[in-house]
């Protein structure tokens, strides 16, 4: 971790937009790590939390943004929980995420990135999850189109498939996304005017 610090170029601008983005004060922690010993995903992660937030104290824009860590993050915020100082490190993640989709950068786990998009246009065409469009909309992303087919008719079996999607209210939820998409848009404005 170190060497890699020291190897990165140090970007003022990325510490700023993540405050502004999560609203939480990174250069509040102190290492003590306790974050990443109780992170369920740490050992599948290339920067652990506290490392994460120590590269985002530093500005260290290239090395977050060329890590697994934020992608593989599953939002359950233990790490924020454990934080004696109350650093909210699963609103860093998210705030990494959010800035890393707005500056177009490639995600590091581009399959995860690839669900995020199918739920949510999931959620936007059918009110709910539908299993089956995800899984199709999922395969024909990643081209990934043979990963976990065997599982399939256990799934049928067990009743977790099914052949129809149910639609509920599509247009109360049509209405929330683009309430959503105003807010973004206004938040945007306002960002640049400042
Ligand atoms: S638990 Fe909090 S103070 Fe400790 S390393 Fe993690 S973010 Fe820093
Ligand atoms: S919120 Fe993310 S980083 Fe924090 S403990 Fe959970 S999986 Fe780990």
């Not at 990494?96 to 959620?123: G, H, M, S, T, W």
């Not at 399939?152 to 099914?162: E, I, S, T």
């Not at 996304?177 to 640049?192: M, T």
Request: with cysteine; aromatic share 8%; hydrophobic share 40%.
């Amino acid at each position: 971790m170190k060497g890699q610090l020291e190897s990165k170029n140090f970007d003022s601008e990325f510490y700023r937009k993540i405050k502004e983005e999560s609203g939480v004060e990174v250069n509040l922690c102190y290492q003590c790590s306790k974050c990443a010993a109780g992170c369920p995903v740490a050992y599948e992660m290339d920067l652990t939390p506290s490392q994460l937030i120590h590269a985002v104290r530093l500005g260290q824009k290239d090395l977050v943004f060329s890590s697994k860590t934020m992608w593989l993050c599953a939002a359950c915020e233990t790490c924020t929980t454990r934080c004696p100082q109350e650093v909210d490190i699963a609103r860093v993640m998210d705030a990494v995420k959010i800035i890393a989709q707005r500056e177009k950068i490639k995600p590091k786990v581009p399959e995860i990135r690839a669900f995020y998009d199918v739920c949510l246009q999931n959620i936007r065409w059918f009110g709910r999850m539908y299993e089956i469009g995800l899984i199709m909309m999922l395969k024909l992303r990643t081209r990934d189109f043979f990963k976990d087919l065997l599982l399939a008719p256990q799934m049928f079996k067990k009743g977790k498939l099914k052949l129809m999607p149910k639609r509920t209210n599509a247009k109360a939820m049509k209405e929330i996304f683009s309430r959503v998409k105003k807010i973004e848009a206004q938040e945007a404005i306002l960002k640049k005017s400042q």
